[in-house]
Structures are given as C-alpha cells and as structure tokens.
C-alpha cells in the first residue's frame, strides 16, 4: 500500500507544478504575441496541453533521475531547491537567525505532517475545505453526466456512421458534440434542419473538436476538476483550453475555405441568441463540447465577450507558417523547465553535509539562547 505522505507529497507537487506550467505557458504565449504569432490558436493549445503532458510524465522523470544518482550517475548533480537555499544561506547569501531560517523551509514538512495527522487549526481547516470541494466538485459532475446523458438519450438518432452518431434533439438549442466509451455524438438542434448554413457551420465545427480531440481533454480536465478544486491555476489553466480550442477550430474549419467569414459569424450570432434564453440543463451538462456559449457574466459586467473575441479573431485570421516547427522549438524548453520543476521541489532525501551544518548552527543558536537566559536569572538574584 502506498503510504499517506507520499500520496500527500504527489498531490502538492502536482499542484506546484500546475501554477509553474501555466505561468511558463503564459509567457511564452507573450512571446508569441511579441513575435507576431498571436493567431497561432492550434499552437497555443498544443502547448498547453503539453505542458499537462509534462505535468503527468515529471514523475516518472523524477524517478528515473533518482534511480541514475543511486547507481553512481549524476551522483554530483543537486537540483533539490531546499537544499539550494540551505546551501545558499550557510555561504553567507542572506541575514536571518538559523532558528527562523530552519522554521521556514519545514513550514511544507510541518503542513504534511500536521494534514495526515489532523493536528492543528490550519490543517484541519485545509482538510475541511478540500474535502468540501471534493464532495460538492463530484456530486456536480455526477449529476452533470447525468444530466448530459437524459439529453442524449431523448434525442433521435439521425445518421451513423462508424463510430459516429448524428442525433437531433428538441431539448437543446445549441449543437454540441461528447463521446461514450467507444461512440461519438454530435447532438443538432432539430430545428436547424431548415437552416442549412447554421447546419452545415455546426457540422464543420463539433467534427473539427473531434478530429483535435477536444473532447477527450474535456472529459480529462472535468474529471480532475473536483481534486483540483482549491487550485486558481488549475481553472484558469482549464478556461484557456476552452478558450483556445474554439479559437483554433473555428481556424481550422475557415481554413478549408468551404464556409465563408460572413456565415460563420452569423451562424454563432444566432446561436449565441438562442443561449440566452433558460436553458438549465445544457447549462449544466458535461463534458461536452458546444458550438458557442452565451457569457451572460460578461454581458452584465459591461466587459467584451468571448463570443465577441472569437468574431474579432475570425475577422483578423492570419495563417502561420511552419506552426509544427513553432511548436517544437518552444515545447521542448517548456518541457524541460517543467521537469527541472519537478525534480527541485521534491521532498530532500538524506542528511546532506548542508543541513547537518545548519543543524548545528541552530543548535549552537538554541544553546546561546540559554545561556544568556540563565545568566540573566543569575544576576537578577
């Protein structure tokens, strides 16, 4: 059975690592904007979606790289952050009492510690609020699911093909697209069967979220929604993939030039009115991937849309050249600075020299402080 520490120790690291990737994802999506590549869509997303890739393999990587120092190799090479600092610290890099200095590089040690345990206001605090988003993040997705199967279960089966399934539905405005265990289904409104533009343009686009397999990451990111919860890069980091995603399908489908810019707005401007109105269930069903959304938040606050975003971008479109060569030019640096993440903030292993050093340093601290308190009993009496 693995222990309870270590469980603890993957989830904070996972954490960390979500907070890192997406403020590394960030600037380098700057980057892109500075060097003129702000309409690489398809790029940005498969960068993102690279970093969770990292995120997921930093572990295994982790791992492999303390299996290489236990055999004799790379033996020399210490890339634990807290050592780093303990390092630093003795070699004169900053002031602060020992005593203090070794309070704050444990306060993660302490935290695991008092969590496993229950000990504690904060820990018992943290333990209440993860457990409450875990409970409330769930039952939301279970009835999400539900919710999201009661409409594809009334709706009609129209065409199949493969492992496809067209199906009409009265019970939904908006054309979305999810998938089962093995079938895909892209859900049309039955009343765009008289509309052939908003047909044909709903088509192009939930086939495209299939072909980038946006569905898949939706169920992914929907899943880990709930452990995640207490994490604000963690939603951020699943608003981009909802973001980009639609901003590169709607590229790649006017790429294919069979659907003109003038169409395909209009096309989301109807269906984009037709979301206003109370529609509850599709609301709140998922995972799934829908043609548009209605941000009602936005609406109210005043600020622009994303549906105005997605018009602006449409209108704008460039094509990139060389996106793959894009791509591997800056994954790769991503993944590594991801990696290296991974492996410095680790939990430090054996008694280095450094740490036995400060350990003694604090306890010379500890014993100074004695002294001078007994001497000042002394001479008080």
């Not at 398809?42 to 492999?64: C, E, H, K």
């Not at 973001?243 to 590229?251: A, K, Q, T, V």
């Not at 600075?337 to 010379?364: C, E, F, K, Y």
């Amino acid at each position: 059975m693995i222990p309870g520490d270590a469980v603890l120790d993957a989830f904070i690291n996972a954490n960390i690592l979500f907070c890192v990737a997406y403020a590394l994802w960030y600037v380098t999506r700057i980057g892109l904007n500075y060097l003129g590549l702000r309409h690489a869509y398809g790029t940005q997303l498969q960068l993102l979606n690279g970093a969770f890739v990292a995120i997921v393999f930093a572990p295994f990587l982790v791992l492999l790289f303390n299996v290489l120092q236990s055999n004799g190799i790379a033996t020399g090479v210490n890339l634990n952050l807290s050592d780093m600092v303990v390092s630093h610290y003795l070699n004169g890099g900053f002031e602060m009492k020992a005593t203090r200095f070794e309070s704050l590089i444990q306060i993660r040690e302490n935290l695991s510690a008092n969590v496993l345990s229950g000990a504690g206001i904060i820990a018992q605090a943290v333990i209440v609020a993860f457990l409450a988003g875990l409970i409330l993040g769930a039952v939301r997705l279970v009835y999400s699911m539900f919710c999201l199967h009661k409409i594809v279960g009334n709706s009609f089966t129209w065409r199949r093909f493969g492992r496809m399934r067209l199906l009409l539905s009265d019970r939904t405005l908006v054309p979305f697209s999810t998938r089962g265990i093995r079938n895909y289904y892209v859900v049309i409104p039955t009343h765009m069967l008289s509309q052939g533009n908003e047909l044909k343009v709903s088509l192009a686009h939930e086939f495209q979220h299939i072909r980038q397999g946006d569905l898949e990451w939706e169920i992914l990111l929907e899943a880990l929604k709930p452990l995640f919860f207490l994490n604000p890069a963690y939603h951020a980091w699943k608003r981009q993939v909802e973001h980009l995603r639609e901003l590169s399908c709607d590229s790649a489908v006017l790429t294919r030039g069979s659907i003109c810019v003038k169409t395909y707005c209009d096309t989301l401007l109807s269906v984009c009115q037709k979301t206003l109105r109370k529609d509850r269930t599709f609301v709140i069903a998922v995972p799934k991937v829908a043609l548009v959304t209605a941000d009602r938040a936005t609406l109210r606050e005043g600020k622009a849309s994303f549906l105005e975003h997605r018009i602006r971008s449409l209108l704008d479109a460039r094509r990139v050249n060389h996106p793959r060569l894009i791509l591997a030019a800056v994954i790769l640096p991503l993944f590594a600075v991801t990696t290296l993440t991974a492996i410095s903030i680790q939990r430090p292993g054996d008694w280095s020299h450094d740490r036995l050093m400060l350990s003694t340093v604090v306890n010379l601290e500890r014993l100074d402080e004695i002294n001078r308190l007994s001497t000042f009993g002394r001479v008080r009496n």
